[in-house]
């Protein structure tokens, strides 16, 4: 099967940057910018740099230390915001102007109280003008979720004519169900005549949960890039988490994708994003949250200790992860007891654990884990003949 990249356009900067509390000083970007580069993203989004002088002065810095991926600055379909993000952009190696306009019917009527044809007027405009500045223009059109699919159409093909190498089809509100947005991209691929000559690229929130659904859906169907972030951070619900997308692609060999992410460095970069940006990431959180690869049930324990395989299907080095974790609570059984204990040192017969367990339940009902020092009062109370620790 012909493998196809999908190129990893992160916008922690931007797009995470903008959820309340999470603001970056110009040295936390760059070192964060660093990060995302070694970790192997294709496109870093830097920033808005219109928006204030800061924002500018980040993207300007970040261009200036990047040596690889590309450096994109955010605008809209305004030439000012374009000579802005180009002046930011002038020393980046690979720089991108990514510039749009809402497509939606409820944008158009409401956001821009304009109509499609001057809609579709003000996207060429936008896309003809950055490309004076640079040779990589990326048209995002806003709301394209709820947008008409043969007006959205018309939209994608004008743009690329205008000379957009990619057009990012955004799912801005996370209204789309997976098979929604994976058609979209579908009836792109298939009625866009010149859809060869750019890539189409997923940017989907978070709003019902499904982002990571819907881009997968999208690079199933055609899109070759996908807009996410480190975490899902983003407005509102977040964006597209990039460590999910990136593992499902990885998993998932008979899809015929791949990416350049170096996924021993996920849980790394995570942890400094959380740190950085000073929003913690949830326990239960795919692939990075601190409940990944921790078991607590006696049923998976048991599967877990004979197999890892019958419970994880990554390993978590794979993903630069702490070893896997049995947890110790009252829903643990025998075997998950006897494997703590002796990885504590000790050594029990089945009696022996028989015996430790009523012991350890009673514990357990009291508090919600078993930690190593009430195993070691469990052992010295119940077999101190036995116990070799």
């Given at each position: 099967m012909?493998?196809?990249?999908i190129?990893?356009?992160d916008?922690t900067l931007?797009d995470?940057?903008?959820?309340p509390?999470c603001?970056?000083n110009a040295?936390e970007?760059i070192?964060?910018?660093?990060?995302?580069?070694?970790?192997?993203?294709?496109?870093?989004e830097?920033?808005f740099?219109?928006?204030s002088?800061?924002?500018?002065?980040?993207?300007?810095?970040?261009?200036?230390?990047i040596?690889?991926a590309?450096?994109?600055?955010?605008t809209?379909?305004?030439?000012?915001d374009?000579?802005?993000a180009?002046?930011?952009?002038?020393?980046?190696?690979r720089?991108?102007?990514?510039?749009?306009?809402?497509v939606?019917d409820?944008h158009i009527?409401?956001?821009?109280n304009s109509?499609?044809?001057?809609?579709l007027?003000?996207a060429?405009?936008?896309v003809?003008?950055?490309?004076t500045?640079?040779?990589d223009?990326?048209?995002?059109?806003?709301?394209?979720?709820?947008?008409?699919l043969?007006?959205?159409?018309?939209v994608v093909e004008?743009?690329?004519?205008?000379g957009?190498?990619v057009?990012n089809?955004p799912?801005?509100?996370?209204?789309?169900?997976?098979?929604?947005y994976?058609?979209?991209i579908?009836?792109?691929?298939?009625?866009?005549p010149?859809?060869?000559?750019a890539?189409?690229?997923c940017h989907c929130?978070n709003d019902?949960g499904?982002?990571t659904?819907?881009s997968?859906?999208?690079v199933?169907?055609g899109?070759r890039?996908?807009?996410?972030?480190i975490?899902?951070?983003g407005?509102?619900?977040?964006?597209?988490?990039?460590?999910?997308?990136?593992m499902i692609?990885k998993q998932h060999e008979?899809l015929?994708?791949?990416t350049d992410i170096k996924a021993?460095q996920l849980n790394p970069?995570?942890?400094l994003?959380a740190d950085?940006?000073?929003?913690p990431?949830?326990?239960n959180?795919?692939?990075v949250?601190s409940?990944?690869?921790?078991?607590?049930?006696?049923?998976h324990?048991?599967?877990?200790l004979?197999?890892a395989e019958?419970?994880?299907?990554?390993?978590p080095?794979?993903?630069g992860?702490?070893s896997?974790?049995?947890v110790l609570?009252?829903r643990?059984?025998?075997?998950?007891l006897a494997?703590r204990?002796?990885?504590?040192?000790?050594?029990?017969d089945?009696?022996?654990?028989?015996?430790l367990?009523?012991?350890?339940?009673?514990?357990?009902?009291?508090?919600?884990?078993?930690?190593?020092?009430d195993?070691?009062a469990?052992?010295a109370?119940n077999?101190?003949?036995?116990?070799i620790?």
């Amino acid at each position: 099967m012909a493998q196809h990249k999908i190129f990893i356009f992160d916008t922690t900067l931007r797009d995470g940057e903008q959820v309340p509390g999470c603001k970056l000083n110009a040295g936390e970007k760059i070192e964060l910018a660093l990060a995302l580069e070694n970790l192997g993203v294709d496109i870093i989004e830097a920033g808005f740099p219109v928006s204030s002088p800061g924002d500018f002065e980040s993207v300007e810095n970040i261009s200036k230390v990047i040596k690889n991926a590309t450096v994109c600055g955010l605008t809209r379909a305004i030439k000012k915001d374009i000579e802005v993000a180009a002046a930011a952009l002038k020393k980046a190696k690979r720089p991108r102007i990514h510039t749009g306009i809402g497509v939606s019917d409820l944008h158009i009527k409401t956001k821009f109280n304009s109509n499609r044809d001057e809609i579709l007027e003000r996207a060429v405009e936008a896309v003809t003008y950055a490309r004076t500045f640079v040779d990589d223009v990326e048209f995002y059109g806003e709301d394209a979720g709820r947008a008409d699919l043969e007006f959205l159409a018309r939209v994608v093909e004008a743009v690329i004519k205008a000379g957009a190498t990619v057009v990012n089809i955004p799912d801005t509100t996370g209204y789309c169900l997976p098979h929604q947005y994976g058609e979209k991209i579908a009836y792109l691929i298939n009625n866009v005549p010149n859809v060869d000559k750019a890539i189409l690229s997923c940017h989907c929130h978070n709003d019902l949960g499904l982002a990571t659904a819907n881009s997968i859906a999208g690079v199933m169907n055609g899109a070759r890039q996908i807009e996410c972030t480190i975490n899902g951070l983003g407005e509102r619900a977040g964006n597209t988490s990039l460590e999910e997308v990136v593992m499902i692609i990885k998993q998932h060999e008979s899809l015929g994708l791949y990416t350049d992410i170096k996924a021993d460095q996920l849980n790394p970069i995570s942890r400094l994003v959380a740190d950085t940006m000073r929003m913690p990431v949830q326990p239960n959180k795919a692939i990075v949250g601190s409940n990944a690869f921790a078991h607590s049930s006696g049923i998976h324990q048991d599967g877990f200790l004979k197999n890892a395989e019958n419970y994880e299907i990554i390993r978590p080095e794979e993903v630069g992860a702490d070893s896997s974790k049995i947890v110790l609570t009252a829903r643990s059984g025998r075997a998950a007891l006897a494997h703590r204990f002796q990885k504590l040192g000790y050594n029990f017969d089945r009696d022996g654990i028989d015996k430790l367990y009523q012991a350890f339940l009673k514990v357990a009902d009291v508090k919600k884990e078993v930690g190593d020092e009430d195993l070691k009062a469990l052992a010295a109370n119940n077999h101190p003949e036995v116990a070799i620790a």
